[in-house]
């Protein structure tokens, strides 16, 4: 079992940066692909960004490519989420999650979950 904690979210401007963490609990971490997700008030949550157990894959959503970078370091048992150049489209609660289903993109492929952190960028 895995259990996560998100942190780093908060208020930032347009064209500003953040940088989310997600700390892992549990010797099992590294077993697991990993993946952010969102959700706005209103909307269904949708898939961000995910990374394979190794960190050799990473995928992204068409909407946060080439803006958000995905990363973990197994050691620290630590997944990261680097966000430039907001918008105020990607204001949402941010979520981390461990896959283990087939589809990356899919939310029932997930099986562990952290709270949510949230992030506000203001135009």
């Known amino acids: 079992q895995v259990q996560l904690v998100e942190s780093g979210g908060g208020l930032v401007q347009a064209g500003g940066s953040l940088r989310l963490s997600c700390a892992a609990s549990g010797r099992t971490f590294s077993r697991y692909a990993m993946g952010w997700f969102r959700q706005a008030p209103g909307k269904e949550r949708e898939f961000v960004a995910a990374?394979?157990?190794?960190?050799?894959?990473?995928y992204y959503a068409d909407s946060v490519k080439g803006r958000f970078t995905i990363s973990r370091d197994n050691v620290k048992n630590a997944v990261n989420l680097q966000m430039n150049s907001l918008r105020p489209e990607d204001t949402a609660v941010y979520y981390c999650?461990?896959?283990?289903?087939?589809?990356?993109?899919?939310?029932?492929?997930?099986?562990?979950w952290g709270q949510g952190t949230q992030v506000t960028v203001s135009s």
């Open positions: 990374i394979s157990w190794s960190g050799g894959s990473t």
């Open positions: 999650a461990a896959r283990n289903g087939d589809r990356v993109v899919d939310v029932a492929a997930y099986a562990y």
